[in-house]
């Protein structure tokens, strides 16, 4: 399995950006999730979103801006991000594993990861 991510790019500080993350296929994981990476720091979570269900959870430096969704039909995990800040910009990577709860935050719940996608917020 593959995972697409795309959306990022350039925004002003208080605009929005859509991300997407396809799969190629069908997957078994449990979880999908968003993480981000700024230079010089560790990967971080960003949220997540069990794939039945739909149950999500989000870092608390994004809740109440961001929303993960998903459409199982298409195999697809978006990140609508409003309200964004100068402090979000990193990479964001998408990822998809068999994650349980206590781990679905950590990268390391999850096995396969997309090819990141810029964002970039200007103050």
């Known amino acids: 399995v593959q995972l697409q991510a795309s959306g990022g790019g350039l925004v002003q500080a208080g605009g929005s950006l859509r991300l997407s993350c396809a799969a190629s296929?069908?997957?078994?994981?449990?979880?999908r999730a968003w993480f981000r990476q700024a230079p010089g720091k560790e990967r971080e979570f960003v949220a997540t979103?069990?794939?039945?269900?739909?149950?999500?959870y989000y870092a608390d430096s994004v809740k109440g801006r961001f929303t993960i969704s998903k459409d199982n039909a298409k195999n697809s995990v978006f990140l609508q991000m409003n309200s964004l800040k100068p402090e979000d910009t990193a990479v964001y990577y998408c990822?998809?594993?068999?994650?349980?709860?206590?781990?679905?935050?950590?990268?390391?719940?999850?096995?396969?990861w997309g090819q990141g996608t810029q964002v970039t917020v200007s103050s």
């Open positions: 296929e069908r997957t078994d994981s449990t979880y």
């Open positions: 979103i069990r794939w039945n269900g739909g149950h999500t």
């Open positions: 990822a998809a594993g068999r994650a349980i709860m206590s781990t679905s935050t950590s990268p390391g719940g999850y096995g396969t």
